[in-house]
């Protein structure tokens, strides 16, 4: 257990289909990260929320929108996905200037079918 | 941009001494960390270098160099349940005073009897 909580699991999506995952930490850190990790592939940021405002965002297309309502809660909506979505996703939390340590949760399989 | 580079692959033997090295390129730097990621895990910290020199922690210790954009991890006494891949992460601050941290691509680490 490492304080940080991710559900689903594991997720299978038609690519038609509307999902979100949900990520909870229970650290009292300030900032959450969504991370993919695809196969072969290095750990790819794709969102940060900082106070719960985002301020970094990768690049990443409109079909992943992230929500952060509080601090300890984070989201990221799914919608008309492709088959090359198809990753872990993680999310992980840290301190804000309390150096470089992050906790990830076991992340969320998904495939897009 | 950011960027990190260290080796894709390392092989050892029990009770050896293997170091997995890692170079970077990134602006408002301000620490690099690594972490460990077992097969179907989340990756879990291990070490974290703000400043120059080396941290030891039991059999595993890192090493930073500020003027060189090198760091390297040094693992000791190597036990089988040690394979796994290691990842080393580049705290930096973003224009929009958020932090956030980039991965490399991982280091696989397979060590035999």
């Known amino acids: 257990e490492t304080g940080v909580t991710q559900t689903p699991r594991h997720l299978v999506m038609g690519m038609t289909n509307k999902k979100s995952l949900k990520c909870e930490q229970h650290l009292g850190h300030n900032a959450m990260y969504w991370y993919k990790q695809s196969a072969k592939k290095p750990l790819e940021l794709m969102f940060v929320?900082?106070?719960?405002?985002?301020?970094e965002n990768n690049s990443v297309p409109s079909r992943f929108s992230p929500e952060c309502p509080n601090s300890s809660h984070l989201f990221l909506h799914l919608h008309t996905l492709q088959p090359e979505d198809s990753a872990l996703y993680l999310c992980a939390s840290s301190q804000l200037d309390g150096g470089t340590e992050a906790f990830f949760g076991q992340g969320t399989r998904l495939t897009v079918v | 941009g950011q960027s990190l580079e260290q080796p894709s692959e390392v092989t050892a033997v029990e009770g050896a001494i293997v170091q997995i090295n890692c170079t970077y390129q990134t602006s408002g730097f301000y620490g690099l960390s690594w972490y460990q990621q077992h097969d179907g895990g989340a990756p879990t910290f291990l070490s974290y270098?703000?400043?120059?020199g080396l941290e030891e922690t039991g059999r595993f210790s890192s090493f930073l160099s500020r003027s060189d954009s090198y760091g390297y991890l040094l693992l000791q006494e190597l036990q089988m349940k040690d394979s796994a891949s290691y990842f080393c992460?580049?705290?930096?601050?973003?224009?929009?005073?958020?932090?956030?941290?980039?991965f490399g691509k991982g280091t696989t680490l397979s060590v035999s009897s």
């Open positions: 270098n703000a400043l120059d």
């Open positions: 929320y900082s106070l719960e405002e985002r301020v």
């Open positions: 992460a580049v705290g930096y601050r973003n224009n929009q005073a958020g932090t956030a941290l980039i």
